[in-house]
């Protein structure tokens, strides 16, 4: 569809620019302010680029940038192919279709920090189903003082959370594809996989490619469920970027350094969201392309 | 024969195991939840035991006669319907911007929307709070429900220039033609053609600000405080008020379980546009 140029366009725009560029705009300045900054007693001071050098050099940011990765590609690795999986073993119509997605929706509409205490309870390792279970096994099992468990509870969490999401994309990638498609493959007596890699993957390329994105981003950006479960603990082991910014922030009121953090953080969600806009984007046009041909 | 007939069959069983052990381990934690929200708290601290032995309203009686306790439903909600109605109402004109015309900077613009969708609120927090109380709106539903714009109306722009690009640009010029003004035309013709996509639309909107619990938290103190800030000072104060804390953790997924249910037949199609 081919659009026409108007600037009025703009009218159009503004009152949605307006609200948003409040909320966008005025905050990140403040950010910008303070980062290059230093404050004692109350006072300000220039502090040039000191603020972006203490947090680039510590010890404290490249854990918790290192933990974030860790945490980030573990989730990925895992949620992706298994909403993969299991959008492909769903019904495609009918009522039981409807169930599965209803049920499988719900853990994305509990709020955040209700999805840190139920698996507080859940994982408990005297009350917890989850916790006696693995006790009862015979395994070990406790994350309020132990990393290795703490760990393995937050990433169960994350994917019972998120799994839905890239299961629900995936699973409309897979509506999108005609009867048409599996009758010729049939016909050609095509494999399993074989209809997998060259029907169903490449129809799903560019809803994956959002739910990296999404799943990235928001991994990224994790703080309440977190916070709720382990508190960032035990010691410092699960502790992300967000966590750790919230509490240099407003627990120990290093503003200064808190900003400079927030810019460089920001900075790296930037970056991570213009690689996959273009990735988007240019499927898009590849898209376009393909079905100027036909 | 037999063999073509008995590998489908089994296949389709096989099938049905994975989305079925799925939903097994979705909703084991949630019926732990309602588990321990029928216990008493005597019950709960005397241990372990998978289903409660003395079933009990009391958790939640306390909750919905304690006003500390209801009205932390009744701002979240408030903040989360005024947030939806704010991000409909300026994302329908601007969405419909983006999906008919071109102008001058208008792929730059929608960029920096979607990066504000990307935007850790962690890294504005405090920036927020400031900006809120110079504003005056510090503790208050507006302040909340503003906020939450900042990630919900790209979003919403986003999810209804998918639904308004599928609708043929005919129609706005034969209205046009037709002598109807672009209010006019917008309202009464347009709105009605694009009724499902504002009904996910709001469905989104809806959803992440109900759960958003950093900003909603951090910007209120009594007035206007969600009721996550609720649960965290139950949590805190009292120990082991567990069964409290589960009570009020099941009534927080009633809304969001009522509202899938009224949109279960567009959830898909709203994922479709691939647009979340």
């Known amino acids: 569809m081919t659009k026409a140029l108007n600037n009025r366009a703009w009218l159009l725009v503004l009152p949605m620019l307006l609200l948003v560029a409040i909320n966008a705009v005025i905050p990140l300045m403040t950010v910008v302010n303070y980062a290059f900054q230093e404050s004692f007693y109350g006072e300000?001071?220039?502090?040039?680029?000191?603020?972006?050098?203490?947090?680039?050099?510590?010890?404290?940011?490249?854990?918790?940038?290192?933990?974030?990765?860790?945490?980030?590609?573990?989730?990925?690795?895992?949620?992706?192919?298994?909403?993969?999986?299991?959008?492909?073993a769903m019904p495609r119509r009918g009522a039981m279709a409807s169930v599965c997605l209803v049920l499988m929706a719900l853990p994305l509409l509990i709020p955040w920090n209700v999805v840190g205490s139920m698996w507080n309870i859940f994982a408990l390792p005297d009350l917890g189903l989850l916790g006696y279970g693995i006790n009862w096994l015979g395994i070990d099992y406790n994350y309020t003082n132990q990393p290795v468990s703490a760990w393995v509870t937050v990433i169960l969490m994350d994917v019972w959370h998120w799994?839905?999401?890239?299961?629900?994309?995936?699973?409309?990638?897979?509506?999108?594809?005609?009867?048409?498609?599996?009758?010729?493959?049939?016909?050609?007596?095509?494999?399993?996989?074989?209809?997998?890699?060259?029907?169903?993957?490449?129809?799903?390329?560019?809803?994956?490619?959002?739910?990296?994105?999404?799943?990235?981003?928001?991994?990224?950006?994790?703080?309440?469920?977190?916070?709720?479960?382990?508190?960032?603990?035990?010691?410092?082991?699960?502790?992300?970027?967000?966590?750790?910014?919230?509490?240099?922030?407003?627990?120990?009121?290093?503003?200064?350094?808190?900003?400079?953090?927030?810019?460089?953080?920001?900075?790296?969600?930037?970056?991570?969201?213009?690689l996959f806009f273009t990735l988007m984007t240019q499927s898009d046009a590849k898209a376009e392309y393909r079905a100027g041909k036909d | 024969m037999s063999t073509t007939n008995a590998r489908p069959t089994r296949r389709i069983r096989l099938k049905w195991l994975v989305p079925t052990l799925y939903i097994i381990f979705l909703m084991l934690p949630i019926y732990w939840l309602i588990n321990m929200s029928f216990k008493t708290t005597n019950e709960i601290l005397a241990g372990f035991s998978p289903y409660p032995q003395n079933f009990t309203l009391d958790s939640y009686i306390e909750i919905l006669t304690n006003p500390a306790w209801y009205w932390g439903y009744i701002n979240s909600l408030t903040y989360v319907i005024l947030n939806t109605i704010i991000s409909v109402a300026v994302a329908l004109p601007a969405a419909y911007a983006f999906s008919r015309y071109r102008f001058v900077g208008d792929k730059h613009?929608?960029?920096?929307?979607?990066?504000?969708?990307?935007?850790?609120?962690?890294?504005?927090?405090?920036?927020?709070?400031?900006?809120?109380?110079?504003?005056?709106?510090?503790?208050?539903?507006?302040?909340?429900?503003?906020?939450?714009?900042?990630?919900?109306?790209?979003?919403?722009?986003?999810?209804?220039?998918?639904?308004?690009?599928?609708?043929?640009?005919?129609?706005?010029?034969?209205?046009?033609?037709?002598?109807?003004?672009?209010?006019?035309?917008?309202?009464?013709?347009?709105?009605?053609?694009?009724?499902?996509?504002?009904?996910?639309?709001?469905?989104?909107?809806?959803?992440?600000?109900?759960?958003?619990?950093?900003?909603?938290?951090?910007?209120?103190?009594?007035?206007?405080?969600?009721?996550a800030s609720v649960m965290t000072r139950t949590a805190s104060s009292s120990g082991y008020e567990l069964g409290l804390l589960a009570a009020a953790g099941v009534l927080t997924l009633i809304p969001g379980a009522l509202v899938i249910y009224f949109v279960r037949n567009y959830i898909a199609k709203g994922f479709a546009l691939g647009r979340v």
């Not at chain 2, 909340?144 to 129609?171: R, T």
């Open chain 2, 109 to 227: 613009l929608f960029f920096w929307l979607l990066t504000n969708r990307m935007a850790p609120p962690a890294v504005f927090m405090f920036a927020f709070i400031e900006l809120y109380s110079s504003l005056q709106l510090f503790d208050s539903h507006l302040a909340v429900a503003l906020a939450h714009c900042l990630f919900n109306i790209p979003l919403a722009v986003w999810i209804l220039e998918g639904f308004m690009s599928g609708v043929p640009k005919e129609i706005d010029e034969t209205a046009y033609v037709d002598g109807y003004s672009f209010p006019h035309f917008f309202v009464k013709i347009f709105m009605p053609l694009i009724a499902s996509g504002i009904g996910v639309t709001a469905f989104f909107c809806f959803m992440f600000s109900w759960v958003e619990m950093l900003l909603a938290k951090n910007l209120t103190t009594v007035q206007a405080q969600p009721i």
């Open chain 1, 163 to 274: 799994t839905s999401l890239v299961v629900l994309l995936a699973y409309a990638g897979l509506q999108s594809i005609d009867d048409a498609y599996y009758r010729a493959a049939k016909i050609d007596g095509a494999s399993r996989w074989a209809v997998f890699r060259y029907i169903q993957l490449p129809k799903m390329r560019q809803v994956l490619i959002i739910a990296v994105l999404l799943r990235f981003i928001d991994s990224f950006m994790i703080y309440t469920e977190v916070l709720v479960l382990t508190g960032g603990g035990p010691g410092n082991t699960t502790t992300f970027l967000s966590i750790d910014l919230v509490k240099k922030a407003l627990g120990e009121q290093v503003l200064g350094e808190a900003a400079a953090m927030s810019i460089i953080y920001f900075l790296m969600t930037l970056l991570v969201c213009w």
């Open chain 1, 44 to 88: 300000f001071f220039w502090a040039g680029t000191a603020n972006f050098e203490a947090v680039l050099s510590s010890d404290r940011f490249h854990n918790a940038l290192i933990r974030q990765f860790a945490f980030t590609f573990t989730i990925l690795a895992i949620e992706i192919p298994l909403g993969v999986a299991i959008a492909l």
